[in-house]
């Protein structure tokens, strides 16, 4: 049989918004050299003007991959998003094409904990006014507003990887620790779970989100959660912008509701640096505005562009899907002398036999089989020893129900 293989240098990775170089070494250690890489993001006209021969795309948070770009993607494989959210990506329109989507859950959560600990210290103390005051020239001494954090509530919403890492963090401190979580979760030190989020609100000094972009968690603190806080309160929000209402937020620092607010995340944020960033909190003292920059530091740059371009090469190369957020997992060992054949279909019953039968009616030897399904999608792997010929892989086209088939030859990966 004609060894069917795409070279890795032909297969086409478009990494966009100043992913971390360390991502394109690690392509270029896997022997994938056909990588363009862009300081920023695209708009969708833009993208899918330029990812209809791409393979494998590579995004952070700014980048929107919708329905008409997934549409205008033929060649795509997989995405990797290099950050926690995936609430940029139309995941269900990436399952339906039998693309696979993956992230980086955990790299640059210690980068946002350390970031809310500082700003929470910065807000009890009034340092953003007192700051500003002083590079206008003025002195404001004071210990009025101003105070320690040892003693004080630090009342985390979602607890999950960021905020249960802060926790920690905030216990050495000196703060008192609670959490509200939909999920039941073991408190780290001594930190307690609370009941409801009113509770939650009602106790805490400071309030701090960490939960992701859901439709339960849209515009989840708004008007009359402000009002449950206590005066002088503290709001900060890195997680997403849909979950902040930023007007109400904002009467509640003009009317002295609140003692602060730091804010990384926003409704609408600029696509890029030429773009005006335009928020009613601007101009509000003793309030943090910062560019959605809560998990930029070097580090975990460098630790994400590792860890998601490892999981595009052994997607790539392998077929594995462990830890995708939207695909069925599979993990899978090496393949050397056999052809491995990727078959993605909707998850119905009688796939699998009908592949089998493709399968047997041409005479192919099955080495290994793996399945896994999600409710939407099946993913079902199998390992060949034997040679075959196209009209055996036409064939496997056909069966009902097939959203993609990849094969990959026994060392190199082909993308169809
Ligand atoms: N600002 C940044 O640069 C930056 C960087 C990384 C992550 N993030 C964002 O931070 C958020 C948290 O990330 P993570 O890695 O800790 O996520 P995670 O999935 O590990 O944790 C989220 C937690 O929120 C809980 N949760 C879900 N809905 C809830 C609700 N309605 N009320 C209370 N709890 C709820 C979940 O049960 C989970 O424990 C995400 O939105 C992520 O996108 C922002
Ligand atoms: O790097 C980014 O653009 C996103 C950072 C953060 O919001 C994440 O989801 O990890």
Known sequence: MAKKSLE??????????????????????????????????????????????????????RTQLTERVFAAAEKLSAVGCFCIGTNQVDLEAALSRGIPVFNAPYSNTRSVAELVLAEAIMLLRGIPEKSARAHQGEWLKTAKNSHEARGKTLGIIGYGNIGAQLSVLAESLGFNVIYYDVVTKLGMGNASQVGSMEELLARADIVTLHVPDLPSTRWLIGKEQIALMKDDGILINASRGSVVVIDDLAEGLREGKLLGAAIDVFPV?????????????????????????????????????????????????????????????????????????????DNVPGVLSEINRVLSENDINISGQYLQTNEKVGYVVVDVDKAYGPQALEALRQVEHTLRLRVLYSETSFQD
């Open 8 to 61: 890795k240098s032909k297969i086409k990775i478009l990494l966009l918004e100043g992913v971390h170089q360390s991502a394109v070494d690690s392509f270029l250690n896997a022997g994938y050299t056909n990588i363009e890489h862009l300081a920023t993001s695209l708009d969708e006209e833009s993208l899918i003007e330029r990812i209809r021969d791409v393979h494998f795309v590579g995004l952070r948070s």
């Open 269 to 345: 944020e600029p696509k890029g640096a030429d773009e005006e960033f335009t928020s009613p909190l601007r101009g509000l003292h003793n309030v943090i505005l910062t560019p959605h920059i809560g998990g930029s530091t070097l580090e975990a740059q460098e630790n994400i562009g590792v860890e998601v371009a490892e999981k595009l090469i052994t997607y790539s190369d392998n077929g594995t899907t462990i830890t995708s957020v939207n695909f069925p997992e599979v993990a899978l060992p090496a393949h050397p002398d056999k052809h491995r054949l990727l078959h993605i279909h």
